[in-house]
């Protein structure tokens, strides 16, 4: 059963920093683009960052460019989203997903997600 599961989600001021983990089972990183998303109170979810399967390149939206780092760890099979020197603006619910077309498209359902708060 294909699943993945977010975490790590929390309160914190600006400035600070917070890492997500997405674990991943019934399936391995190698084989799908791992994506991080988010969606902030009355806006559309938007993609943040992703990690290819085979190669492990990565991109960002340029609103967390130089900030936000994604990466992996094979044989935990979990994706983490560092994030640093937070913004307010960077308060949202966090989802990773198997991207099927980034940054529009995903495979299977939107998990529960995890909030971040980043506030003072």
């Known amino acids: 059963q294909v699943q993945l599961v977010e975490s790590g989600g929390d309160l914190v001021q600006p400035g600070g920093s917070l890492t997500l983990s997405c674990a991943a089972s019934?399936?391995?990183?190698?084989?799908?683009?791992i994506g991080w998303f988010r969606r902030a109170p009355g806006k559309e979810r938007e993609g943040v960052s992703y990690?290819?399967?085979?190669?492990?390149?990565?991109d960002y939206a340029d609103s967390v460019k130089g900030r936000f780092t994604v990466s992996r760890d094979i044989a935990k099979n979990t994706v983490y989203l560092q994030m640093n020197n937070l913004k307010p603006e960077d308060t949202a619910v966090y989802y990773c997903?198997?991207?099927?077309?980034?940054?529009?498209?995903?495979?299977?359902?939107w998990g529960q997600g995890t909030q971040v708060t980043v506030s003072s």
């Open positions: 990690i290819g399967s085979s190669d492990g390149r990565t």
């Open positions: 997903a198997r991207v099927a077309r980034w940054p529009t498209a995903i495979y299977g359902a």
């Open positions: 019934g399936f391995t990183l190698k084989s799908h683009t």
